[in-house]
C-alpha cells in the first residue's frame, strides 16, 4: 500500500489544521493507520492510530483531547483533525499503515508516507 500525507502548514498557537492520509495500492481495510510526528533533533514518536474499521483510536498523552483520528474506508483515507495547537506540535507529521494488530511503536509499521511539515508559531 501506498500513502501520502497532506495538510500541513504554518498555523498559530491555537489554531487548528487536519493533515489527511491517502491509500492506494492495497486493501486499505486491511491496515491500521498511525500518525506518528518527529521534531528536529528528536526522535520519531506516536501520535495517534486507528483500528481498521474505526473502531479503536488511540492517542498519546500530549495530544488527547485536541486531536481526533478518524477514516473514511470509501474514501481511503484517515484525517488527523488538530486543535489548539501549540509550539511543541512543531514537526513533521508521517502516516503508517500496518496489518495484523494496532500498535504505538513506529517499528512496527510497514509502510509509510512521506511527511508533512507543521509549524505552529507565536
Known amino acids: 500500500v501506498q500513502l501520502q500525507a497532506s495538510g500541513g502548514g504554518l498555523v498559530q498557537i491555537g489554531g487548528s489544521l487536519r493533515l489527511s492520509c491517502a491509500a492506494s495500492g492495497g486493501t486499505f481495510t486491511r491496515y491500521h493507520i498511525g500518525w506518528f510526528r518527529q521534531a528536529p533533533g528528536k526522535e520519531r514518536e506516536f501520535v495517534s492510530s486507528?483500528?481498521?474499521?474505526?473502531?479503536?483510536?488511540g492517542y498519546a498523552d500530549s495530544v488527547k483531547g485536541r486531536f481526533t483520528i478518524s477514516r473514511d474506508n470509501a474514501k481511503n483515507t484517515v484525517t488527523l483533525q488538530m486543535n489548539s495547537l501549540k509550539p511543541e506540535d512543531t514537526a513533521v507529521y508521517y502516516c503508517a499503515a500496518r496489518p495484523v494488530l494496532l500498535s504505538t511503536f513506529a517499528n512496527n509499521y510497514n509502510y509509510w508516507g512521506q511527511g508533512t511539515q507543521v509549524t505552529v508559531s507565536s
Open positions: 486507528i483500528s481498521t474499521l474505526g473502531g479503536t483510536a
